[in-house]
């Protein structure tokens, strides 16, 4: 698929990389950046971070680095365009869609466009044919709207065997595409195939951005040789464990409550919705898997697991609080009275009944398990405390915050009616296990020798010398914090601050590798007329660039904080920049000028041993000396531009 330049730069100006990434991580702002914990490695403490006006993102933690695009790409799993086309639909851009590029797209594409086509078939066939009428009178009756019922995209399946076949061969979508996205069967005997969903309620699973990955299918009269449900199988797009059914919905009401209600079915998280309780997901298909709960981390902090009242129900929420806490999350949980789902609850009651009801009998994870023991009779018997006593402390134990780990002792010991002391043994016990257990896994994992050091380099192969070195031998060596300053003021400023800066500095003054690069492209931008900082992101320039760039302008701390704590003192950068680079000029070239004077003195040293010109080398570090006292008095600033 051909995308122009133009638009792309539209799509990607049209995207703010704060809301796209905080579909995936919970971002909280910090001066003029904002952090978040990395999804692209396992952390504790927050080292992903956004630069908004930048539109870029960078990881201190796995330095992963990159804008918008790449950020999708790497979420996803997809291809440039396909990130491109994600994020124009999101945009509400539209591109030119033609009959070649989707014969031209990849397998995925094709089976996201037929899962499409279906949803958009059986929403028709629901809302807009006689056949649909009953199914729509059914939804009526269960009392969903037809906002609710656009809202979530319900449909119907005709009760036939090629429905779905028959419309989708006529646009163009084939039998073997609908079969990859789970829609159609391919018969047992003879060839062809029949449709998967017959006769049924259509409820589409949607991704947390909103594509179709697959339907779920109620049966509308309960016939005994049917199942109430069917859903789709796994696909290439969807993965059941890794799905939240109604997330893409909920996913604003929940950031912005900080807490999901997690129930049981479709029909809870829709009712749920329309009364207007928004923040609700349901794990479809599916027991709640680790997946879908660290999902729910990048939205949320607090989980309410709504359950049955039954066994089933209970030990299922038992299974959740312990999954929900082992992410670092807090759980609650909560039954609804007299066997009432959310559903039927809402429509006797009201929206705000069920807020009501949830925020007075919720409880936190250890006194719920206490009253399910309770309830069960397990506290009749010592062995049965012991056990209540166990269960809690085991789920204590999986907190991975030491902090709420020992809020919850306290509350653990408050619930059991246990002095806070006789707890501790066993807690310490449960840690000393799983430490033990995690130990014994690391062991497992071979861990591969670290590679042996490189030896250093000699003396001569240090900065002034690195110019005669060819180019495959020079060192891509750490540029130094003032180059960041000024690297940074460049990229931030354009064309004024580059003109400022490169009429006093020499290229050879920046250290060879990424960050002499970003000079050398900045000054063939400057000469073709734009300085494009966006083109440091878009993989144009090599990996290393791309980090450098990233790395100055996404920075861990405020500016004036970091060099404080490198105890460098730079005028406020934001405030000042054209201070801020005159004085890392300065300290820059004084280094520059120091290394050159050692080495000097090295050389003089070795030829005061007879074999060089002693005579040259004293002129030329009186040169050098006299060049430092200059530098210390800013009078680069009155030098001729080279
Ligand atoms: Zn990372």
New binding site residues.
């Given amino acids: 698929m051909f995308i122009p330049d133009h638009k792309v730069e539209e799509i990607r100006a049209a995207s703010d990389i704060v809301d796209i990434v905080s579909d995936y991580v919970r971002m909280k702002k910090q001066g003029s950046n904002y952090f978040g914990l990395?999804p692209?490695?396992n952390?504790k403490t927050p080292?992903?971070s956004v630069n908004l006006s930048m539109g870029i993102y960078k990881?201190f933690?796995?330095s992963?680095v990159g804008n918008v695009f790449q950020f999708v790409m790497e979420m996803e799993s997809i291809g440039f365009p396909e990130a491109v086309r994600m994020l124009a639909e999101r945009a509400g851009i539209p591109l030119p869609e033609q009959e070649e590029d989707r014969q031209q797209a990849s397998e995925i594409e094709s089976i996201y466009h037929a899962l499409r086509f279906a949803a958009r078939f059986f929403y028709d066939q629901l809302t807009q044919t006689e056949a649909g009428k009953p199914a729509l009178e059914y939804l009526t009756g269960r009392g969903f709207t037809p906002t609710t019922i656009k809202h979530f995209g319900l449909g119907y399946a005709l009760d036939r065997w090629d429905a779905l076949l028959k419309e989708a061969e006529q646009n163009h979508v084939t039998p073997e595409m609908l079969e990859k996205a789970g829609l159609v069967l391919s018969r047992k005997e003879g060839k062809g195939y029949y449709d998967r969903f017959r006769g049924r309620v259509i409820f589409p699973i949607f991704s947390h951005v909103g594509k179709v990955l697959g339907f779920g299918g109620r049966i509308m009269t309960a016939t005994p040789d049917q199942p109430k449900y069917i859903n789709s199988p796994e696909t290439k797009v969807y993965n059941k464990s890794r799905v939240l059914y109604g997330l893409y919905q909920a996913k604003h009401a929940i950031r912005k409550s900080e807490e999901v209600i997690l129930v049981e079915g479709y029909t809870d998280v829709i009712a749920l919705h329309q009364a207007g309780v928004a923040n609700v997901v349901a794990s479809s298909g599916t027991a709640l898997t680790p997946e879908q709960v660290k999902m729910i981390g990048r939205y949320a902090r607090r989980v309410l697991l709504l359950y049955d009242a039954d066994t089933a129900g209970a030990d299922a929420a038992l299974r959740g609080i312990d999954l929900v806490l082992s992410q670092g999350l807090s759980a609650y949980a909560i039954a609804l009275p007299g066997g009432d789902d959310p559903d039927s609850y809402v429509r006797q009651h009201s929206g705000e009944a069920f807020q009501e009801y949830a925020k007075k009998h919720r409880q936190d994870f250890a006194a719920y398990i206490y009253g399910m023991a309770r309830r069960r009779g397990q506290l009749d018997t010592p062995e049965g405390q012991a056990e209540t006593m166990h269960v809690i402390l085991a789920s204590i134990a999986r907190i991975p915050d030491p902090l709420m780990q020992e809020t919850f002792m306290r509350r653990a010991s408050e619930v059991l009616d246990v002095p806070d002391m006789q707890l501790r043994p066993v807690l310490s016990k449960l840690l000393q296990d799983q430490r033990n257990q995690v130990r014994r896994e690391a062991r497992r994992e071979e861990i591969a020798p670290t590679a042996p050091r490189p030896p250093l380099p000699p003396l001569e192969a240090t900065e002034a010398s690195v110019q005669e070195q060819a180019p495959s031998a020079v060192q891509e060596s750490e540029p130094l914090p003032q180059e960041k300053v000024l690297l940074r003021v460049m990229l931030e400023h354009g064309r004024p601050m580059l003109e400022f800066i490169l009429n006093h500095m020499a290229l050879e003054e920046f250290t060879a590798g990424p960050s002499r690069e970003i000079v050398e492209i900045l000054l063939q931008m400057y000469r073709e007329g734009a300085i494009e900082t966006q083109r440091f992101f878009d993989g144009s320039f090599s990996d290393a660039v791309q980090r450098l760039a990233a790395g100055v302008l996404v920075d861990r701390y405020e500016p004036s904080e970091n060099w404080a704590l490198r105890k460098i003192s730079v005028p406020r950068i934001n405030e000042d920049p054209q201070m801020a680079a005159t004085s890392a000029m300065r300290l820059l070239k004084l280094i520059r000028v120091k290394t050159a004077i050692d080495q000097h003195k090295e050389k003089m040293y070795r030829a005061s041993q007879g074999q060089e010109d002693l005579l040259a080398l004293q002129s030329e570090l009186m040169h050098l000396l006299e060049l430092k006292k200059q530098i210390d008095r800013r009078e680069f600033l009155q030098w001729n531009a080279s």
């Fill in positions: 990395c692209f490695h952390e080292s992903f990881c933690g796995c992963k």
